[in-house]
């Protein structure tokens, strides 16, 4: 056999030799080829081929051994499959290579370690099946791999390992789950160049936002050492999201940021069998961002040519080296699980009752499952589980697998989206709750519990079997409408997951919840830090902010992040933000609030809205909302958002909110930029005509107007029978102010509760010709088949 069918170097390789080398290798290839040209890092590396792998069962004659034992296995005997998958590893790990093949190995190693001027250059070695990484499956994590290994003898000792990875019991179990035959399954091993991330960072990419399967971010997860932590999901890693659309018109289109707790870090081991060890990390370290704004930005592009270069979504491995500083992209594969989703059916799994809560963490997926609590904190007693239970554990790797498609639901205590249980489940179409760091402690064996995936970001566990349904739409079968049908929204992690909704933007996106639940301080305990007494608060605030390089910034950031998730989702349709409108008890509640609010006795009529922008006590605070507008739009480039002010009591109280708004750079019909504002007050109606002289556009407030109109409070229960917004008064101010904004051709929509609560309320606005209605995302669909109806 020639040296040639036994090794290829990367730059020999290209997709068409993926039956030579598998995917992995070929893909490599494939983009060493064509990628390094146009300024991607990707190390060299060579490929011991699927031939070689052949003709190392046929010396040692032990393909047709391992052939009978693997027909002889019982699937449904998990003790069976884990002997048997142990006695073909242990025939492959005591054979001895070809001579031939070997040479050719060791000769290939020399080469490349006298490309890169070393001795004994220290390389990555990684399993490729040739059915690895083809869309229909993915074997990602079941095949083993090898870091820091030097010297020709540790080469040879771990292709081996390898080879006999092939069949170890997860993926014996993965060929027959995806009726795969082994007669067309081999395998070949990369040996690459080491990127020496174990002195700075490394972690994975993903083109498309792998729970929603929205295409247009990229997805960037990173953490401190060789990426090996990241890729399995042993720790919580730093997450970026960028947007694809202005990233390509040049503009800075970070997202989103979310630090990571990186608790620990891989790096070289020099003494001992293993080759790398887990270290704790700095708390100092822990605090920060594991890559700058530059470097993520760059991975970003990189990953936009990858992705073009396969004309699919892709999954991707990144590495930095802390010697020369330089980013390097490592392994590149199809994403196999989140573009498969049809986005024309949109499945829903609703809750028809609460139960107590037992843990939360992370949902992956949308679905509820129900079952009996199985606790296996380790994998050697896997065979004690039964199918349709709720799988309870620490973390899940590969070897977890058999037992993972029997699952009716998996909670783990630790990992991230990205980890093993997180990436298999949504393969498997299991919900699963990761990162619940107490789930193995709470919830006991033969317990029965609902375990929801369906309430946004967090999943929870609930005691007992709770009633749900599962609801699924065609999306293609839903009419349009005259009137445009827009959404209101709060939670910015469910933006991408609503995109897909038959909408036509966001009428309403509050930015009250990204302040309470993703800054959770009060704007001005940030800027008069320096003046607060209370240690305990200072620390509190240290510790939230320490990411930051000051405490202004974590303000304008975290707000501007939450906002451009919104706008990005729905871009390049409009998606209006409202100006915060907390009252004083609400924004007492914040953080280091108590200092800087008055109590009111009714401050539902007090201190809110555009009243608070202008007043000298608040201005400060206003302008860093100004700021985070003007970062989403300028530096993001996302000039689909649109801004409102609420709550403006008069005209004069509107021209001096415009003036602080052009002071900080946001002027109307500047950049697109328009301004709307709220009628949620009757002297908005009656004074519509001045209004509409320096705004843009108006959005009604059903909520407030109709409290206004009928003197009511609307959070009493006494008159709760009372505030109704189909009352008569209410509609006639609506009647006229809709009139009004016609005549002076601006825009007019409805951002209340009302629409989506009374179907015939939404009839009777788009019979008076309203521009737009923004609806809850539960009530889109059913709105727009009602207004549909009756066009």
Request: aromatic share 8%; with cysteine.
């Amino acid at each position: 056999m020639s040296e040639q069918k036994y090794i290829l170097k990367f730059s020999e390789l290209s997709m068409k030799d993926v039956p030579m080398v598998g995917g992995k290798n070929a893909s490599l290839g494939e983009m060493y080829n064509k990628l390094v040209k146009k300024g991607i890092n990707i190390p060299h590396g060579f490929a011991v081929t699927a031939e070689g792998f052949k003709a190392f069962l046929q010396f040692n004659e032990i393909d047709k051994e391992i052939k009978k034992i693997l027909n002889s296995i019982d699937y449904n005997e998990l003790k069976d499959l884990k002997d048997k998958g142990q006695q073909i590893r242990q025939l492959i790990l005591k054979s001895d290579f070809p001579e031939d093949l070997e040479k050719a190995i060791i000769k290939a190693y020399q080469n490349l370690s006298q490309e890169y001027d070393k001795d004994n250059l220290d390389v990555a070695i990684r399993s490729s099946a040739t059915a690895e990484d083809l869309p229909v499956a993915s074997f990602a994590g079941q095949l083993e791999s090898f870091l820091n290994v030097k010297g020709q003898n540790q080469l040879l000792a771990n292709i081996k390992k390898c080879f006999a990875s092939l069949y170890g019991n997860r993926t014996i179990s993965y060929v027959h789950d995806q009726d795969f035959k082994y007669d067309n399954i081999f395998l070949s091993v990369g040996v690459q160049k080491m990127v020496r991330s174990d002195k700075a960072s490394a972690g994975v990419i993903f083109t498309i936002d792998t729970e929603t399967g929205f295409k247009d971010v990229v997805l960037i997860n990173s953490a401190y050492g060789l990426g090996e932590n990241v890729v399995k999901g042993r720790i919580n890693p730093d997450q970026f999201y960028i947007f694809k659309p202005t990233l390509a018109k040049d503009f800075q289109a970070i997202i989103s940021k979310e630090l990571g707790s990186k608790e620990k870090k891989l790096i070289y081991k020099t003494n001992g069998k293993k080759t790398t060890a887990n270290v704790s990390v700095d708390p100092q370290k822990q605090a920060n961002f594991s890559l700058t704004d530059k470097e993520i930005l760059q991975l970003a592009k990189w990953s936009v040519k990858i992705e073009k270069l396969y004309d699919k979504p892709m999954d991707i491995e990144w590495a930095k080296d802390g010697l020369d500083n330089k980013l390097y992209i490592v392994q590149a594969r199809p994403e196999t699980i989140s573009h498969k989703k049809d986005t024309n059916i949109l499945e829903e799994h609703i809750l028809q009752e609460k139960g107590k809560v037992l843990c939360q963490g992370n949902s992956i997926g949308e679905k509820i499952g129900q079952g009996q609590v199985k606790v296996i904190k380790d994998v050697k007693n896997i065979t004690k589980f039964k199918k349709g239970d709720v799988l309870v554990t620490t973390m899940t790797d590969p070897d977890w697998e058999p037992v993972m498609k029997k699952a009716a639901a998996i909670v783990t205590d630790l990992g991230g989206r990205t980890s093993h249980a997180a990436i298999v489940s949504r393969e498997l179409g299991v919900p699963a709750i990761v990162g619940t760091k107490d789930a193995t402690q709470v919830l006991k064996d033969k317990n029965k519990v609902t375990v929801s995936c369906a309430e946004g970001e967090k999943g929870y566990v609930y005691q007992g079997i709770l009633d749900f349904q599962v609801k699924k739409t065609n999306l293609k079968k839903i009419p349009q409408t005259k009137t445009k049908i827009m959404m209101i929204l709060a939670e910015p992690n469910l933006a991408f997951k609503y995109s897909f909704l038959p909408s036509q933007g966001v009428g309403l996106a509050r930015i009250e919840f990204i302040i309470a639940n993703n800054i959770k301080i009060h704007p001005l305990a940030l800027l008069n830090f320096k003046d607060l007494e209370d240690k305990k608060l200072k620390d509190k605030i240290n510790k939230l902010t320490q990411a930051f390089d000051n405490k202004k910034q974590y303000y304008i950031d975290k707000l501007a992040w939450g906002m451009a998730k919104i706008a990005a989702a729905f871009y390049p349709q409009e998606v209006i933000v409202r100006f915060s409108d907390f009252k004083t008890n609400e924004y007492a509640n914040l953080i280091g609030g108590e200092s800087f609010e008055p109590e009111e006795a009714n401050p539902m009529l007090g201190w809110r809205g555009a009243s608070r922008y202008y007043d000298d006590k608040f201005q400060p605070a206003f302008e860093l909302e100004c700021q985070a507008v003007k970062k989403v739009r300028q530096e993001m480039g996302l000039k689909n958002l649109k801004i409102m002010v609420p709550f403006c009591r008069t005209i004069e109280e509107g021209k001096k909110v415009l003036k602080i708004l052009k002071n900080n750079g946001l002027k109307s019909g500047q950049d697109d930029l328009q301004i709307y504002v709220m009628i949620e007050i009757p002297s908005n109606v009656l004074l519509a005509d001045e209004f509409a002289q320096i705004f843009d556009g108006f959005s009604i407030g059903s909520n407030d107007l109709t409290q206004l109109t009928l003197g009511l409070d609307r959070d009493s229960e006494l008159i709760s029978d009372i505030a109704d917004e189909r009352n008569e008064a209410v509609k006639k101010l609506i009647s006229q102010v809709i009139k009004t904004a016609k005549k002076h051709k601006i825009k007019i929509g409805i951002c209340g509760q009302a629409p989506s609560d009374f179907p015939d309320f939404a009839k009777f606005l788009s019979k008076q010709g309203i521009d737009s209605i923004s609806l809850n995302p539960d009530t889109v669909i059913k709105t727009r088949l009602d207004l549909g109806k009756s066009k």
